[in-house]
């Protein structure tokens, strides 16, 4: 019988390569190679071999001392993801982050999960969350899982979804926008709203916060603006 794609094994070291990818993005600090060997389940030699494959194609970086970190590489793939959408978001995303004072970030659905796409930090606050691109959480956490989530027909949400997120997100579809807390990183709040496009994957812009007192609901409203503002500048 003839070899289809769909009978093909799975590359086990393609797998591990980016599941490296996945845990230095989830962990935010550079690991050692032996942080990623146990994460990984492997032996050092191992994840040390894969990390020097990535390396050379500039997807992680070795730091001076030793420890590793996504590489800038990187950058330059995720720009290539759906760049009318990126160049039309990120001017919108800077000026509502300098207006609310809050890290503002485009977000898109992939499979099961909520992965950031492009984050603008406010350029005058004193303080600010960092959201970096391609961190990703299960859609069915955070304020733009829920944004995502309120934009699609319930037969199509991940059969992991828990029951008591349908109630929020059934709030969320009423009113528009969807709020979370404590639900990704502790202590940060989020509001975000659907970004509604033709023929396009889902996506959600947000802005995430520790402790402001702005109303959710004018951080909504402004949040509205630049949807229907990068909506103008795709000519949707």
């Avoid at 599941?19 to 600090?29: C, H, K, N, W």
């Amino acid at each position: 019988m003839a070899d289809t794609p769909t009978a093909a094994p799975a590359s086990q070291t393609l797998s591990r390569g980016i599941r490296i990818l996945e845990e230095l993005a989830d962990a935010r600090v550079p690991l050692t190679v032996d942080d990623l060997a146990r994460r990984l389940g492997v032996h050092r030699s191992i994840a040390y071999r894969l990390l020097r494959t990535l390396d050379d194609h500039g997807l992680v970086m070795r730091e001076t001392d030793g420890r590793y970190a996504l590489g800038a590489r990187l950058a330059a793939l995720a720009m290539a993801t759906v760049p009318d959408l990126q160049a039309a978001s990120v001017p919108e995303l800077n000026a509502a982050a300098d207006e609310l004072g809050m890290t503002c970030f485009l977000a898109v659905l992939d499979h099961e999960e909520c992965v950031t796409l492009a984050s603008v930090e406010p350029r005058h606050a004193v303080a600010s969350v960092a959201q970096r691109p391609g961190a990703r959480h299960p859609v069915w956490a955070g304020a733009p899982g829920k944004a995502l989530l309120s934009i699609m027909p319930d037969s199509e949400w991940p059969a992991a979804v828990p029951a008591r997120v349908a109630k929020d997100v059934a709030e969320a579809r009423e009113r528009g926008w969807a709020t979370s807390h404590d639900e990704v990183i502790p202590t940060l709040k989020s509001v975000s709203v659907p970004l509604r496009l033709r023929g396009r994957r889902r996506a959600a812009i947000a802005v995430v916060y520790v402790g402001e007192s702005t109303a959710p609901e004018r951080i909504a409203r402004r949040l509205r603006d630049a949807a229907d503002a990068i909506r103008d500048a795709l000519g949707e």
